[in-house]
């Protein structure tokens, strides 16, 4: 009995072991990033789904319970932890990979505290693929973002070149404009603007918001 007690108890600590290991792989990438959830949020994510799937599996599943029901349960509820790494500023919305590697990390803690070693680093492997291979993809190529922007200014000639050459110095170009008439003096910009993945929007608002034309913003 102690043979096989003390056999479930290094199984258990090799799989926690494993799930440590996994949670800092990905939690290490996340901290240089410098995003919202780091190191020791992916370790304790990754350790927790696995100490629940070994609690699940060893206790309740030695008693006829079905393991699985437990288990469910953490995918689930890593979605409320995820929620609070997005962020929302006007359309523009981030934290969304942040909060998918914290779910993606949960799933790699089912396997390790399931004894499914190789599944587990082999989806540590894809996951840093996605978040440090394709994010260099995604800076090389410039993929674009769609912000649409309402801009109260004075109603002069040339505003909206002066709007124009700011936008196109941060790399960023005016895919639809619409044009109405506000109060006296003044002139509503309505732009639909593409701007490059290495520019946030709020850095798009700052630098138009230099222009002394520009008297208001409105992100949508």
């Known amino acids: 009995m102690d043979e096989i007690f003390s056999q479930i108890t290094l199984d258990s600590l ?101 004894g499914m070693y190789v599944v587990g680093y082999s989806g540590v492997g894809f996951i840093l693929l996605v978040l440090v291979v394709l994010e260099a993809v995604d800076k090389k190529w410039g993929f674009k973002g769609l912000i649409r922007l309402e801009i109260l200014c004075t109603d002069r000639p040339g505003v909206l070149g002066d709007i124009g050459n700011v936008l196109g110095q941060m790399g960023a170009d005016i895919r639809h404009i619409k044009l109405e008439k506000a109060t006296a003096g003044t002139v509503m910009l309505h732009l639909w603007i593409h701007y490059p993945s290495t520019l946030r929007a709020e850095n798009v608002i700052s630098g138009l918001q230099e222009l002394s034309a520009v008297q208001k913003i409105n992100l949508y």
Do not use: N
């Open 14 to 114: 090799l799989k926690l072991f494993h799930a440590f290991a996994a949670g800092a792989l990905v939690g290490m990438q996340r901290e240089r990033a410098e995003k919202p959830a780091g190191l020791r949020t992916h370790i304790l994510v990754c350790i927790g789904s696995a100490l629940i799937t070994i609690v699940s599996i060893e206790a309740f599943g030695r008693m006829g319970s079905d393991p699985a029901r437990i288990t469910a349960q953490i995918v689930s509820g890593i979605g409320f932890l995820g929620a609070g790494t997005i962020l929302r500023f006007g359309a523009s919305v981030t934290g969304l990979t942040t909060a998918a590697s914290l779910w993606a990390i949960c799933g790699i803690g089912i396997a390790m505290g399931s």
